[in-house]
């Protein structure tokens, strides 16, 4: 790699703050789930929509990427020796497989930048990395990630005059300390009318 495509490199591809130094290929997913059972046919007034009959599916992208070492900043000399190395990935292969496997174990969210779209909150569903014969001294990776649909839960106060069974709903309240009452062992109310029937 020469000084002039180091300085003006436009990486447009991104997983979280790696970015791989080739991307081979992207596969995008995006799935609707639909409920098989049948649905209400839609009415003139705009009642029975399939609505609460099909929801999406996490989105899901497969990439398959190649992280090199970080290189020497001219072609015609070793400056790696000396210290300098490219600035846009100056982690070795092993370094860049560590630091993912530790994204993943993480579980962190990652927001990816692709050639399609760009994705937020996902996680590293797997990571699968080849080593052969060429990609000996390059990291050679495919990876899946998934979406975390993130959503938060709404509550509020309601006065217990507006509730149908206030006195049911409404929280449990400090009353303060009771004084328990011993409980005679005598016959219940029931056993004392038998006896006395029977005489």
């Known amino acids: ?25 992207e596969k995008h997913s995006d799935m609707l789930e639909i409920t098989e059972h049948p649905v209400e046919r839609q009415t003139t007034a705009g009642t029975g929509t399939v609505a609460d009959h099909a929801y ?9 990427v190649g992280f090199a070492g970080g290189g020497s ?29 530790q ?7 990652l927001d990816v930048v692709t050639g399609k779209r760009t994705y937020n909150n996902m996680l590293i569903r797997s990571l699968e990395v080849t080593t052969d014969k060429t990609t ?4 050679s990776a495919t990876l899946t ?16 005059s507006d509730m ?6 409404s929280p449990v309240l400090n009353t303060g300390t009771k004084t328990p009452v011993e409980v005679k062992q005598d016959k219940s109310l029931l056993k004392a009318g038998f006896d006395f029937i029977s005489g």
């Open 136 to 139: 000996e001294n390059v990291l």
């Open 1 to 25: 790699m020469d000084f002039l495509s180091t300085i003006f490199r436009q990486q447009s591809r991104q997983i979280g703050v790696m970015v791989p130094d080739v991307v081979v290929s």
């Open 103 to 109: 994204i993943q174990q993480n579980r962190e969210l």
């Open 73 to 101: 900043l001219l072609d015609f000399t070793d400056t790696t020796a000396i210290g300098l190395t490219t600035p846009i990935n100056p982690m070795s292969p092993k370094d860049v497989y560590a630091a993912l496997l």
């Open 145 to 160: 990630l998934r979406e975390v649909i993130l959503t938060s839960t709404s509550t509020i106060q309601v006065d217990k």
């Open 56 to 64: 999406r599916r996490p989105s899901e992208v497969t990439m398959e």
């Open 164 to 169: 149908a069974t206030g006195a049911n709903t």
